[in-house]
């Protein structure tokens, strides 16, 4: 879908075009952010996929991408000899789409690096922040606690004055 993906962003500033530089997103880039490896024969290049779809014992899913006219092709297929034909294509445009949506987000990834950086920021900064409010939860939660334990030591004794 995204094969060789080349960037062009123009914009008209002070009545002048501003081309930004292109980027090719490889095979191999790809593949490293999958964390595959890439199987090469020939001129054919593939990422085979194992983690994609559903592998049971009545069901195997072989999924895999590979480049052809530049763009990233992604083949789905599900062996299910229990299912119906129509419900074994639905789940393979499932786990094609779910591939697409990927490559499209490692791509952007891939050419510009800086997402990775805003999301590892935020996760810290989202760590940091529930690491700053743990003993306000502790707290709240022993004062939670203090009731219902001696609730359950007044129920105790009541039962065993009683008995």
């Not at 952007?108 to 989202?126: F, G, L, M, N, V």
């Not at 743990?134 to 022993?142: P, S, V």
């Amino acid at each position: 879908m995204l094969g060789n993906f080349t960037t062009f962003v123009t914009s008209l500033i002070n009545n002048t075009i501003t081309t930004m530089k292109t980027t090719t997103v490889t095979i191999e880039k790809l593949a490293e952010r999958f964390n595959q490896k890439v199987w090469v024969k020939g001129d054919l290049k593939r990422i085979y996929l194992n983690d994609e779809g559903y592998n049971t014992k009545k069901m195997s899913t072989k999924t895999f991408i590979y480049e052809q006219d530049g763009q990233f092709i992604v083949s789905c297929f599900i062996e299910c000899p229990s299912q119906p034909y129509q419900w074994i294509q639905s789940q393979v445009e499932e786990v094609k789409a779910s591939v697409y949506a990927k490559i499209e987000d490692f791509t952007a990834r891939i050419i510009d690096p800086s997402i990775d950086a805003k999301e590892a920021e935020e996760e810290a900064k989202t760590a940091a922040q529930w690491e700053a409010g743990k003993e306000e939860r502790e707290r709240i939660a022993a004062e939670v606690a203090t009731p219902i334990r001696n609730s359950r030591k007044i129920l105790f004794n009541a039962c065993w004055y009683v008995s």
